[in-house]
């Protein structure tokens, strides 16, 4: 019998060729794209859990510590491990926190956790039960996870912001109530994972744009709880995230989850690009209360909504559809301002 001739690549075209090439090099492209972080940047303080060399630090409060209080840029590198216990980050100048990680671009690899388990009951505001609390300009953290353990019973913070130009790229937010404080300044949440139950995005007068987040709900409630008084241009915007449901959400979580109610009279959050997986409430948007609405002046706004949480939804009057002239609008730039370029990582950007 006589043999099949072997393909013949080469005499395939020369266009042909080069597609075939890229073709084969795209995997090899992403896994280049994937860089990993494992050692500490040149300069950076180093926390590591446990450690005893000198010069590094075994909890990120001592190494915050150790800072100087100028405006000159520092960096800190934290080893895989859980740190347990409150930071309040204050300093002047420019600071970036880096977490380990084999892979930069995504969450799914942070090993380096923050993590406490305070009440607002407890501690007696919102801001002061964080986990992490940022008070302080041009900031940036990178595959970092935070947690609140509280659970169920009482506000307890994740993450309580107040800087302006704040980047948090790649790093996971876990809580159950207001996991997220996104309450003043311009800050940017890209890449990362959000998790909670009753209104765990929320502020006052925060600028905040969420993008190429995984949004997931772990119990009955509203995702964001936007509590703008004035009529001023702020606003959430949320572009090209996904919304899932927990892999712990409580049984009755299906339902009754919901985008968004007002905790503000002059609520703004707006919905881009959105893929919904999560098992919502058909109306996708809530009123504050049945008997203290806050409805009349919100700005609640969707654009290409899809997913099988969003099937068959019933919007009420006060929520808005918006078509993709009116989506273009609402952007980045809307959000945090137009100098968004000047400070936000671009290699986070969707």
């Not at 090439?21 to 303080?45: D, E």
């Not at 169920?152 to 159950?176: H, K, N």
């Not at 936007?226 to 001023?232: C, N, V, Y």
Request: hydrophobic share 40%.
């Amino acid at each position: 019998m006589t043999r099949n001739p072997p393909c013949a690549v080469y005499s395939l075209p020369t266009p042909t060729m080069a597609k075939l090439s890229i073709f084969l090099f795209l995997p090899l492209l992403q896994y280049a794209l994937a860089a990993s972080r494992t050692t500490p940047p040149s300069g950076a303080i180093v926390v590591r859990a446990g450690t005893t060399t000198a010069g590094e630090f075994s909890t990120l409060s001592a190494a915050l510590a150790s800072l100087p209080n100028d405006d000159s840029s520092q960096s800190i590198f934290i080893f895989p491990g859980t740190y347990t216990g409150q930071n309040d980050i204050t300093r002047e100048g420019p600071l970036t926190i880096y977490g380990y990680t084999t892979d930069t671009t995504t969450y799914t690899g942070n090993q380096a956790i923050l993590t406490a388990g305070v009440s607002a009951a407890t501690a007696g505001s919102d801001d002061a039960s964080g986990t992490l609390r940022i008070h302080k300009n041009n900031f940036k953290m990178y595959n970092v996870n935070v947690k609140n353990t509280f659970g169920p019973g009482s506000q307890a913070i994740a993450i309580a912001q107040y800087g302006s130009q704040v980047g948090l790229y790649a790093c996971g937010f876990f809580g159950y109530q207001d996991t997220l404080y996104a309450n003043e300044g311009t800050q940017v949440y890209l890449k990362g994972y959000i998790e909670g139950a009753v209104d765990f995005i929320f502020g006052r007068e925060g600028l905040a744009y969420f993008g190429g987040n995984t949004i997931a709900v772990s119990g009955p409630g509203c995702i964001t709880a936007s509590g703008r008084t004035s009529d001023d241009t702020g606003s959430y915007v949320f572009n090209e995230n996904t919304v899932v449901l927990a892999s712990d959400a409580a049984s009755d979580t299906s339902g009754n989850v919901f985008l968004g109610r007002p905790w503000g009279d002059f609520a703004k959050v707006i919905f881009k690009n959105t893929v919904i997986n999560a098992p919502m409430n058909k109306a996708l948007w809530s009123v504050w209360e049945p008997t203290d609405p806050n409805t009349d002046d919100v700005f609640f706004a969707e654009f290409n909504t899809t997913g099988s949480g969003a099937s068959g939804a019933v919007r009420p009057s006060f929520a808005t559809v918006l078509d993709a002239t009116d989506a273009a609008m609402y952007s980045i730039s809307s959000a945090v301002g137009s100098d968004f370029a000047t400070w936000v990582d671009p290699a986070y950007l969707v």
